[in-house]
C-alpha cells in the first residue's frame, strides 16, 4: 500500500517530442507528489511537485498531469531536449505526518538529437 | 554555497571490512535520510534522522549502521554484515517534515565498491 508504481523504466524520445512518466498509487493519505531528476555521477534534485487538490501544475516545459479518482499522476516534458536525458524519479509522501517520501523505481530517459 | 557534502566518492572496500561513508550539511535541516540505488531499484531508504541523538530504521537497515551525535552529520557504515554492499549511496536532508516547499535535498553520493 505504499508503493509507487512508475512506468517505463527506459523510455527514448525523438528531440522536440513530447516524454511521458506515469506512476500510481494506492494509499490515499498521500498528499505530496514530487518528480526528481537524476543525472549520471549526481544526486537527484527536485523538478516539479504537485497537491492531490491541483489536477496540473506546469512549469515550463514541465507538466504534471494528477487524477486524484485514478490515483494515477504523470510527468510530461514538452518539447523534449537531449540535455533532458536524465532519470526522471516520482515520489508521494504524507505532508505534516511523517518524515519519509516513498520513491518509484525510476525512468532513464533519452531524447535522441 | 549550503548544500549537503559526501565524501569519498569513489569508495573500495575489502571483504570482511567495515567502512564508513560521511555525509555533512550546512541547510539547518533538521532531518537527514540515507538511501541505495541499484539499478533498477530506485531508492531505497537504508536510514532516517529527524533529530540529533535519534534515528530510525528504513526498509533495508539490515547490515548498516549511523549515528546523529550533531545536526550537520549523518555518517553511515557499512558492516561485514552487508552481504551485498555494491551501490550508490546517496544521503539527503530536509526540513520537517519533507513536503511541499521543502523538499528533499541530496548529495552527489557515494559509489561503494568491493574489492
Known amino acids: 500500500q505504499q508503493q509507487v508504481k512508475q512506468s517505463p523504466q527506459s523510455l527514448i524520445v525523438q528531440k522536440g517530442g513530447i516524454s511521458i512518466i506515469n506512476c500510481a498509487y494506492e494509499?490515499?493519505?498521500?498528499?505530496?507528489f514530487p518528480w526528481y531528476q537524476q543525472f549520471p555521477g549526481k544526486g537527484p534534485a527536485l523538478l516539479i511537485a504537485i497537491r492531490p487538490d491541483v489536477s496540473e501544475k506546469k512549469e515550463g516545459r514541465f507538466t504534471i498531469s494528477f487524477n486524484k479518482s485514478a490515483k494515477q499522476f504523470s510527468l510530461h516534458i514538452m518539447d523534449s531536449q537531449p540535455g533532458d536525458s536524465a532519470t526522471y524519479f516520482c515520489?508521494?509522501?504524507?505532508?505534516?505526518?511523517?518524515?519519509?517520501?516513498?520513491f518509484g523505481k525510476g525512468t532513464r530517459l533519452h531524447i535522441l538529437p | 554555497d549550503g548544500g549537503i557534502t559526501q565524501s569519498p566518492k569513489y569508495l573500495f572496500r575489502k571483504e570482511g571490512q567495515n567502512v564508513t561513508l560521511s555525509c555533512e550539511q550546512n541547510l539547518n535541516h533538521d532531518a537527514m535520510y540515507w538511501y541505495r540505488q541499484d539499478p533498477g531499484q530506485g531508492l531505497r531508504l537504508i536510514y532516517y534522522?529527524?533529530?540529533?541523538?535519534?534515528?530510525q530504521k528504513g526498509d533495508i537497515a539490515e547490515g548498516y549502521s549511523v549515528s546523529r551525535e550533531k545536526k550537520e552529520s549523518f555518517p553511515l557504515t557499512v558492516t561485514s554484515a552487508q552481504k551485498n554492499p555494491t551501490a550508490f549511496y546517496l544521503c539527503a536532508s530536509s526540513p520537517r517534515p519533507p513536503g511541499e516547499g521543502q523538499p528533499q535535498h541530496f548529495g552527489d553520493g557515494t559509489r561503494l565498491s568491493i574489492l
Open positions: 534522522s529527524q533529530i540529533v541523538n535519534d534515528f
Open positions: 494509499n490515499t493519505a498521500f498528499d505530496y
Open positions: 515520489a508521494a509522501s504524507w505532508e505534516n505526518r511523517d518524515d519519509k517520501i516513498i
